[in-house]
Structure formats: C-alpha cells, structure tokens
C-alpha cells in the first residue's frame, strides 16, 4: 500500500521530499493560515517538494458535528461525514489560495480526488490506501499539494472520515505513500511531553520518545497524535516529528525506535482519559461461558470494552463483573446487556459515567520492578479510590473518579520524577 524505508535521524538531503499537518488551532484564523503559508514557502524554497495537510480551522468541527447531533441523534453516519469532513475542505483551499497569493504554486485536494481509499466504517473510518501517482507528477513538477485531512473515500463512493484528530493519520499515510523523507507535525505545543502540558505546567518536552510508547500515550488518551497515526508510522518507517507551528525552531520530538533511547527511566509519560464509563453487572452466575454471553453481545452492538474486573465470587455460585467503554458507547451498552438480560442471568446492572482513566506509561518498566506500587501508594497518599486496574507490559492504568484527574495526574508526575526542575 505504502512505500517503506528505515526509520531514524536523518541528514537532510538538498532536494527532500516532505509531508508537513498542520491543526486546528495553527489554521484557526486567516492570519495563522498565512503565517502557515509561509512555513510551507520556507521549505519550497529549500528545494523540497511539499504535501501539505490541514485540519478544519479550531472549532470548526465540533460545530459541525454538533449541528449533525441536533438535528438528529440518530443520524447516518454517512451524512454525519458529509457535513464533518466540511471543515478540511475549506481550509485547504484556503491554504491553496494563500500560498498562491505569495507566488508559491499549489493545488488543494480532498480526499476523493487523490484517491485517499479507506473502509466501509464511516465516523472512523481507517485508510486502506492512497494512490500516489497524481500527487508525485504534481510534487514533481513543483507544485505544493495541500491535502484535507481527516477525510477519504469509502468503498460506497462516499466521503468518509478517520475519527477525532484524523488529520495526524492522513499526514503519515500521505508521508508514506510519497515516501517522503519526513512528515512534520505542526500543532499549539512543541512537542509530545511527558504529560498533557495543559493540565501540568511542570511538563517536560521529550527530545524523542519510542514508538511503543507513543502508540500507548496517544491511545490512553494524549491527543497529540491520533493512534493510527502511530501505527502507520511505526509500520511503514515514517520519521514523524512532533513541532510548534508558533515556535518551529523550539526542539520537537522524534518518534524513533526503542533501540534509539538511551536512558530509559522506569516512566516516560502519563496520560489520561475522560471518555470512560463503567457498568457493573451484580450476582451473575459463576459458570463457564457467562463471560461470552456478556460480550458477545456487546461486540455485536460495536461496544469496545477496555478494562475488565471480575470479582471471586463468595460461595462460588454468583459474582460481580465490571467493565469500561467510552462514554458515548455507554447507551449502547445498556441496551444491549438489557436485551441480553435473561441469557446472562444477572440481578442488578449499574453505571457511572463519571469516571477517567489515568496511566503511566513507559518501556522502562519492563526492566523496573515495583513501579505499578508507587502508583499506587501515590493516589492512595491522595485519598483516590481506584475502581478497576489494567496492565500491559509498558503501561498501568487506573480508573478512578473523575473529579480526581488533575490531581491524579500532577502527583504521579512528580512521583514519577518527571517533573521539569
Ligand atoms: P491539533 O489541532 O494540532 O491536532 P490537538 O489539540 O489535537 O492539536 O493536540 C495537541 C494538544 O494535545 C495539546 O495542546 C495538548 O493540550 C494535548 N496533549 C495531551 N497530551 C499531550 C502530551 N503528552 N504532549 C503534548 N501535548 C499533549
Ligand atoms: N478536524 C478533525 C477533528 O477535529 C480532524 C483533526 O483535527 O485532526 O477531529
Ligand atoms: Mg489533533
């Protein structure tokens, strides 16, 4: 599908090729839509070839996807996309006009007339393939290709898009079907930190952090970069770097290989998420099967279950099971084990939605033991309840009330010794 190469610094070459994303917030008026054209003419005139890739202006998407939602909650999500994917559109050819009014030559795309091809799951849908020829003859011949991000087209011949913050994932598979020599991620910070700068001021920038780890950040809720994005990075060898679109000299991150990290503390990042709730179906029977007659009919109803605790049940005839999904996926759930009701047998079914989910992440781990227990001591230390608890081999995550996050987070961080002296 993609082109593929090996991964890590590189020395520039004179003529490079490159793939450059800018945000939301980096395109939020006209005068930061200039401000971008000019970072876009400074490599032109460096000799590299440009695609660009744009998200819809700040807030532009949210509007849309509100309008969608107030006029029905139950809209097709095939129109849902017609309407979200609005935002891009106007900002690449925004863009296109900018650039052209400082003599750069460009051409704005959508999705469907690269072909940008992606799967049938329209709201997130995942890209399946880019057809290269049209942008490379463009490139070749000088012109700056300025891509809308976060849109495709699906197998229905309709316009489709990638899921909140897809434009990161539209840059690195555009980055890897031209095989460019590098993708640039402009956004408002300028890096991936060790944790979301927003809510911990004492964050610290990380020079390079691996891509295991940012898989794990990003899909534990670091916004930064949407996850997929990671994915096709790390699959196809895309160097990615993460910099300010109002600082780009200021450093940035490179995601790289594990091998590539030479001080590897026990944890890198912390991050969180408050698109969780949880369900708690109380005195089920303790009998072989009851787990798949629990989620199996979630699976059916799109519900994607993240943590899972089942409790030992007393006299070995019935128990507690408690799950997570994301908030939005919360309805859904309930009806679905409602439905499924007399087949798994339970007494009662409860849920809480206000709930978040924070964790340490970090491959360090692997070789440190006894890091899941600071954690622990340190919210204990904060009087924060932990409701469920998950574990892989380089992250922890606990789900705990929401009203705690902030708290939660800055603690661990300083726990952790992350923070920025
Ligand atoms: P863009 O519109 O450029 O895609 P996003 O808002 O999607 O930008 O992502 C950038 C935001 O991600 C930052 O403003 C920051 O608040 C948030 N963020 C969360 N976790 C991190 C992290 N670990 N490092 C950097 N930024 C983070
Ligand atoms: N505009 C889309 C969103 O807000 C895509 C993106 O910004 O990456 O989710
Ligand atoms: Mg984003």
């Not at 139950?74 to 891009?88: I, M, T």
């Not at 539209?170 to 991620?185: G, K, M």
């Not at 026990?266 to 005195?283: C, F, H, N, Q, W």
Request: aromatic share 4%; hydrophobic share 45%.
């Amino acid at each position: 599908m993609y082109g593929s190469r090996t991964a890590g610094v590189q020395t520039e070459r004179a003529m490079a090729k490159i793939a450059m994303k800018f945000g939301g917030t980096s395109v939020g008026d006209l005068d930061r839509i200039r401000h971008v054209a000019g970072l876009v003419a400074k490599e032109v005139s460096r000799g590299h070839q440009v695609a660009v890739v744009v998200s819809a202006m700040a807030g532009e998407t949210n509007k849309l996807v509100g309008w969608t939602r107030e006029i029905s909650p139950l809209h097709d999500a095939r129109e849902y996309d017609v309407v979200v994917a609005a935002g891009e559109q106007i900002t690449a050819g925004l863009l296109a006009v900018a650039l052209g009014a400082i003599g750069v030559s460009a051409r704005s795309w959508l999705g469907w007339q690269i072909p940008i091809r992606t799967s049938a799951m329209h709201g997130s849908a995942r890209i399946e393939g880019i057809d290269a020829a049209l942008l490379n003859e463009r490139l070749g011949q000088g012109q700056v290709a300025v891509i809308a991000g976060f849109q495709g087209i699906a197998p229905d011949h309709r316009i489709s898009t990638l899921g909140r913050g897809g434009s990161d994932t539209s840059a690195v598979a555009v980055a890897a079907a031209i095989e460019a020599d590098r993708c640039d991620i402009y956004t408002d910070v300028d890096g991936v930190y060790t944790t979301d700068p927003r809510i911990v001021p004492k964050a610290r920038r990380l020079e390079k952090v691996a891509f295991e780890e940012m898989l794990e950040m990003a899909s534990l809720g670091a916004k930064v970069l949407q996850t997929r994005s990671v994915e096709i990075a790390m699959l196809y060898r895309v160097p990615v770097r993460v910099l300010s679109t109002f600082d780009p000299d200021a450093g940035g991150t490179l995601l790289c290989d594990e091998e590539d990290i030479v001080e590897k503390k026990p944890v890198t990042g912390i991050a969180y998420s408050r698109d969780e709730a949880k369900i708690s179906l109380m005195k089920i029977p303790d009998r072989p099967g009851i787990a798949a007659a629990i989620f199996g009919p979630l699976a059916d109803a799109g519900v994607n279950v993240d943590m899972i605790v089942q409790n030992v049940s007393e006299d070995g005839r019935r128990t507690d099971l408690t799950f997570t999904c994301t908030r939005s996926e919360l309805a859904r759930a309930l009806d679905a084990l409602e439905k499924a009701g007399p087949a798994i047998g339970y007494r009662e079914i409860t849920s809480d939605a206000n709930v978040a989910k924070v964790s340490i992440i970090g491959i360090g781990m692997r070789a440190h033991p006894g890091v899941a227990q600071t954690m622990f001591r340190t919210l204990s230390e904060k009087g924060i309840n932990i409701k469920v608890i998950s574990t892989s081999e380089i992250k922890v995550s606990v789900l705990i009330s929401e009203e705690y996050v902030e708290l939660a987070v800055r603690a661990l961080h300083s726990a952790y010794e992350l923070d920025a002296a």
